[in-house]
């Protein structure tokens, strides 16, 4: 078969410590499972700012549209704060999720055993939990025109943005939605502000249709985003699927994120329309920032960006076996007491991003022997 296309972008700040972590995954899949990936390398944020001036230079993009799936670390720091809006590390992101077209962003969020008491919630509220939050990521408020910041008449400056979502847009991200829901729990829940909001009425509207067309099989509910985000927070396993506006979903998903105790442990997915033979475009990467403060200092939680790999192999590369070895790993570690200092608990070990990298490749020879 065809060599598995892999780029891979650490980014800026631990984006690069971590990914060294998922390089050593790469190395053993090959090593022991015979499993080869053509692994090539590019800039992007600030680190592709300081070398070609923009953060998301054309030969990134030109290398992300050949690649199968894209790995991406992070990006940002306080290094490039003071660029211009479109110099700005961010802007790379947003980017390449744009011309690359990954309007489905997955976030999961799960309490794994191990971890239930590193939550800031009470034990019963989180533990078990396992909800799926699904962002728009190209449109929606982030992307819509007109936006910009005016002087008017006055002297007085005016700054606007635009929510706006066509019936396309809304059919692509619910088909996406219902067809999550229909291979986990069976439930999804639209996350909108329909009382308020004329485009999130259409996006409602869009969401019975689809659902009544093409998935009465699962159960679809409706919610205000404000009442999502108290919801989340009170009792957050009344949740299966969530489906929701890009700005909506980047806030929904930290609060979900911090309800597992540590933004450190969390994939996510970015995918594309499929093509002809039912390939989406692909991009991988942790939920968690690029941390500028802890960068360099071999303190970062790679799990995040490990679990993202494995996130890769289930769906991009139909790898499920190999992706459920390296979620059983991932756990084994846990469970075994290693920590980084984001998940640090009494009585557990603290480990270096390397440490815990290293400590994640063991467990996969065990589970190969
Ligand atoms: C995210 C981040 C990005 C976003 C930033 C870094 C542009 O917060 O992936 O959630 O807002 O989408
Ligand atoms: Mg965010």
């Given at each position: ?217 699962v159960e679809l509910s ?11 927070v009170r009792n957050p ?122 400590a994640v490749v063991r ?7």
């Amino acid at each position: 078969m065809a060599a598995r296309k892999l780029l891979i972008l650490p980014g800026d700040g631990i984006g690069v410590e971590v990914m060294a972590q998922v390089r050593r995954i790469i190395d053993w899949m090959a090593k022991k499972r015979k499993i080869e990936f053509d692994v090539s390398e590019g800039l992007i944020g600030g680190a592709a700012y300081d070398v070609h001036g923009t953060p998301f230079p054309a030969e990134t993009l030109a290398a992300a549209m050949q690649a199968d799936a894209v790995l991406l670390g992070a990006v940002g720091g306080p290094k490039w704060d003071d660029l211009p809006f479109d110099k700005k590390p961010e802007r790379g992101l947003l980017g390449i999720r744009k011309e690359m077209g990954l309007f489905a962003n997955l976030r999961p969020a799960t309490v794994l055993d191990a971890l239930a008491d590193a939550s800031t919630l009470k034990h019963d509220v989180v533990a078990g939990l396992d909800i799926m939050i699904l962002r728009e990521l190209t449109g929606g408020l982030y992307f819509g025109e007109p936006r910009g910041i005016e002087t008017l008449a006055d002297g007085s400056r005016k700054g606007f943005n635009t929510l706006v979502y066509t019936t396309p847009e809304i059919v692509r991200i619910g088909r996406v939605a219902f067809e999550l829901a229909r291979k986990r729990g069976k439930r999804l829940c639209s996350v909108d502000k329909a009382n308020v909001l004329e485009c999130t009425v259409l996006w409602r509207e869009e969401m019975i249709k689809l659902q009544k067309e093409e998935f009465p099989d699962v159960e679809l509910s409706h919610m205000y985003v404000d009442n999502a985000a108290m919801q989340l927070v009170r009792n957050p396993k009344q949740f299966d699927v969530m489906v929701t506006e890009n700005m909506f979903g980047d806030i929904l998903s930290d609060c979900a994120a911090m309800l597992t105790g540590s933004l450190g442990m969390l994939p996510s997915a970015s995918l594309g329309a499929a093509d002809a033979d039912g390939k989406r475009k692909a991009l991988y990467e942790p939920v968690h920032g690029s941390a500028p403060d802890i960068a360099g200092k071999d303190m970062a939680n790679p799990l995040a960006t490990i679990l993202s790999f494995a996130m890769c192999l289930r769906y991009s590369f139909d790898m499920v076996a190999e992706a459920e070895m390296i979620e059983t790993a991932v756990k084994n570690v846990l469970k075994g007491g290693l920590r980084t200092a984001d998940i640090m608990q009494a009585g557990k070990a603290k480990v270096s991003t390397t440490v815990m990298g290293e400590a994640v490749v063991r467990e996969l020879d065990k589970m190969n022997a």
